[in-house]
């Protein structure tokens, strides 16, 4: 996406299917940034932005700053402060900026919100007149974008039901931690096949039948023992 005009910069996020080309992605005013698919406390969140007019054979500085009208991330607690100014490289026509996020126990519950915004320099303008030609963007805005941080895991698109049971964060956790899987992995279909999600509850069921048959279940935040296909209790069961 490069054409002679007008050298700008503008925010340049996009988010699809992975079987579809990067390239036809479309372009999102807003990053999702989510604690409850990773297990590290901290999490760094790259926002792409790209530039129009020709590239240079030498770097360009631009500046970008917190909107504080779309913001409600405190600075230092759920999120590190952004650097004065980050870099267009050489030869390039994009840019990256990394944005590190703490992981706080209010994003359990509530969304939390960091919005970012390009400023003009000598450089970089922010409008460009010939904006309308560029395809893929349909609404929003090009100088203003916003993360979205959250810590609630959501179900992953290979858990089944029948196999392992009702989904719970504290379940996957558990799976991940005894049997050094991710998320990603329960995200993956390639990786998370019918015989590999049959492993995985074969040998999660022999961790939990272990610890059952030695007096310690391991439960659920609800008090129920954790369940997987194999298990020699009924799923529902509470300990004796």
């Not at 579809?20 to 005013?29: H, I």
């Not at 790209?50 to 500046?63: A, L, N, S, V």
């Not at 030869?91 to 126990?105: E, G, K, M, T, W």
């Not at 209790?233 to 300990?239: E, I, L, M, R, S």
């Given at each position: 996406?490069?054409?002679?005009?007008?050298?700008?910069?503008?925010?340049?996020?996009?988010?699809?299917?992975s079987y579809a080309s990067e390239k036809d992605w479309p372009y999102m005013p807003y990053t999702l940034a989510e604690?409850?698919?990773?297990?590290?406390?901290?999490?760094?969140?790259?926002?792409?932005?790209?530039?129009?007019?020709?590239?240079?054979?030498?770097?360009?500085p631009f500046r970008v700053v917190v909107n504080p009208d779309s913001t409600t991330a405190r600075e230092g607690i759920d999120y590190r402060a952004l650097v004065g100014e980050y870099m267009?490289?050489?030869?390039?026509?994009?840019?990256?900026?990394?944005?590190?996020?703490?992981?706080?126990?209010?994003?359990?519950?509530?969304?939390?919100?960091?919005?970012?915004?390009?400023?003009?320099?000598?450089?970089?303008?922010?409008?460009?007149?010939?904006?309308?030609?560029?395809?893929?963007?349909?609404?929003?805005?090009?100088?203003?974008?916003?993360?979205?941080?959250?810590?609630?895991?959501?179900?992953?698109?290979?858990?089944?039901?029948?196999?392992?049971?009702?989904?719970?964060?504290?379940?996957?956790?558990?799976?991940?931690?005894?049997?050094?899987?991710?998320?990603?992995?329960?995200?993956?279909?390639?990786?998370?096949?019918?015989?590999?999600?049959?492993?995985?509850?074969?040998?999660?069921?022999?961790?939990?039948?272990?610890?059952?048959?030695?007096?310690?279940?391991?439960?659920?935040?609800?008090?129920?023992?954790?369940?997987?296909?194999?298990?020699?209790?009924?799923?529902?069961?509470?300990?004796?």
């Amino acid at each position: 996406m490069s054409y002679e005009g007008e050298e700008a910069i503008y925010f340049a996020v996009q988010s699809g299917h992975s079987y579809a080309s990067e390239k036809d992605w479309p372009y999102m005013p807003y990053t999702l940034a989510e604690f409850g698919k990773v297990q590290e406390d901290t999490m760094v969140v790259n926002i792409k932005v790209m530039i129009t007019g020709p590239e240079k054979d030498y770097p360009r500085p631009f500046r970008v700053v917190v909107n504080p009208d779309s913001t409600t991330a405190r600075e230092g607690i759920d999120y590190r402060a952004l650097v004065g100014e980050y870099m267009v490289e050489a030869n390039r026509s994009y840019a990256y900026i990394p944005v590190l996020f703490y992981r706080q126990p209010e994003m359990k519950n509530d969304t939390v919100t960091l919005g970012l915004k390009l400023v003009a320099n000598d450089h970089f303008s922010l409008t460009f007149k010939e904006f309308d030609k560029m395809e893929g963007f349909t609404s929003g805005s090009v100088v203003f974008e916003q993360i979205l941080v959250t810590d609630i895991m959501p179900k992953p698109s290979q858990w089944l039901d029948n196999t392992f049971g009702t989904f719970t964060p504290e379940k996957l956790n558990r799976m991940c931690l005894e049997l050094g899987y991710t998320y990603d992995d329960f995200q993956d279909p390639r990786k998370m096949n019918y015989v590999e999600q049959y492993t995985v509850a074969r040998k999660f069921a022999e961790i939990l039948n272990k610890a059952y048959e030695n007096g310690e279940p391991i439960l659920e935040n609800n008090g129920q023992m954790m369940w997987v296909s194999g298990c020699v209790y009924a799923n529902g069961t509470y300990p004796d």
